[in-house]
């Protein structure tokens, strides 16, 4: 009987965290943009970012990345500018339009967690992270960690 509460809790966090990410997927691509262009408009210093780290950071290879840049330069977000320092290295640059889409989309990406969180009371909240931090762990032990991408 215990074996199927531990399954079904685990089906639960995992059915969870896929529903929450779907709707937030969601209401990012009413906004005219997908997870993957998000994702990479966040990484996407006003001084630029190399090809190679930005894949790394969306934890894709470089040819995915190829293809989701085609697609931000499309849009306007983005451009590629070789690097000062090695003419090997492309670095992925914001244009104006597409720090103007990074001021816009990120607030309103936090304000969409927050609303979605809102179901829960600060205590509950604060119940939750500790037992989220103490399963991740998985001593029983409570360390916080900055993973909030």
């Excluded at 399954?7 to 990410?21: A, E, H, N, P, V």
């Excluded at 499309?74 to 003419?87: I, L, M, P, Q, T």
């Amino acid at each position: 009987m215990k074996d199927d509460r531990y399954r079904d809790i685990y089906w639960l966090l995992k059915g969870t965290t896929q529903s929450l990410k779907q709707e937030l997927r969601k209401k990012l691509e009413e906004h005219g943009i997908t997870w993957p262009q998000f994702h990479a408009l966040y990484h996407i210093s006003p001084g630029g970012i190399p090809a190679n780290e930005l894949a790394r950071e969306l934890s894709c290879n470089p040819s995915n990345l190829t293809g989701l840049i085609d697609r931000m330069i499309e849009s306007g977000w983005v451009f590629r500018e070789h690097s000062a320092e090695d003419r090997r290295v492309w670095l992925i640059k914001l244009t104006p339009a597409g720090q103007k889409m990074k001021d816009i989309i990120i607030p309103r990406h936090k304000k969409n967690i927050r609303e979605r969180m809102a179901v829960l009371s600060d205590s509950e909240l604060g119940q939750l992270e500790k037992l989220l931090l103490q399963l991740k762990n998985g001593k029983g032990e409570v360390e916080k960690d900055d993973e909030r991408n």
